[in-house]
């Protein structure tokens, strides 16, 4: 059973066009954190969110903590291709600092 | 200040044969972790340490052997390899908040 589930598994969008990417969980985490991995590459750290209900901003990408703690949104305004690439979401559920990972979403953003 | 860095960036191996995946981090985390990547199947922890000379099992430990003499290295061990052990692996250190990850190592078993 995957403790946290992204959708969509794939989404291949026009340069412009806005997106919504989820994160979903039965459990709740006391942080939830997003990654963004290009070909070849290592995950990298977008955010952290740590508070039920809270939105962080980085640019045009908003993240959004549920007020449960147990899901996450992560929303890119006027998608560009630099921001092609693999979104992965990870919960901490507070012990030993373990992070389980969701399987991704592989964004393509066209020109 | 490197982050995390990961010898080899590639290797093949046969069935059987054994191999060391490097691991080091210049950041002086206490928390070192090993994941493995594979289509469809996200990231899933193989071995994480807390601190030098603490260890522990992952997600998908079998077939995998980890230690951690210093706080900077977290070698994993592959002591008999397996067409099943194809995978691109990741090392990760973590401090109070961050988690950084290195490049990675694409290993091919045949």
């Known amino acids: 059973t995957q403790l946290l589930e992204q959708s969509p598994q794939f989404l291949s969008i026009q340069e412009g066009e806005n997106l919504t990417v989820y994160c979903n969980s039965s459990s709740v985490f006391s942080s939830l954190q997003w990654y963004r991995q290009e070909p070849g590459e290592g995950p990298v750290l977008l955010v952290t969110?740590?508070?039920?209900?809270e939105v962080k901003k980085l640019k045009r990408l908003t993240f959004q903590f549920g007020d449960a703690r147990k899901d996450s949104s992560l929303h890119i305004t006027a998608a560009q291709p630099g921001d092609t690439g693999l979104y992965l979401c990870?919960?901490?559920?507070?012990?030993?600092?373990?992070?389980?990972f969701g399987k991704g979403t592989l964004l393509t953003v066209n020109p | 200040n490197a982050g995390v860095t990961q010898t080899p960036k590639f290797q093949v191996l046969k069935t059987g044969q054994s191999m060391t995946l490097q691991c080091a981090q210049d950041?002086?985390?206490?928390?070192m972790s090993w994941y493995r990547q594979d289509p469809g199947m996200g990231l899933r922890l193989i071995h994480y340490?807390?601190?030098?000379?603490?260890?522990d099992q992952g997600e998908v430990p079998n077939g995998y052997n980890v230690s951690r003499s210093t706080t900077e290295d977290f070698p994993l061990r592959l002591l008999s390899a397996a067409p099943s052990q194809t995978s691109v692996y990741f090392c990760a250190s973590r401090g109070r908040g961050e988690q950084y990850f290195g490049p990675g190592t694409r290993l091919t078993v045949t």
């Open positions: 990870a919960g901490d559920r507070g012990s030993n600092y373990k992070l389980t």
């Open positions: 340490s807390v601190g030098a000379g603490i260890t």
């Open positions: 969110v740590v508070t039920g209900g």
């Open positions: 950041m002086n985390h206490e928390y």
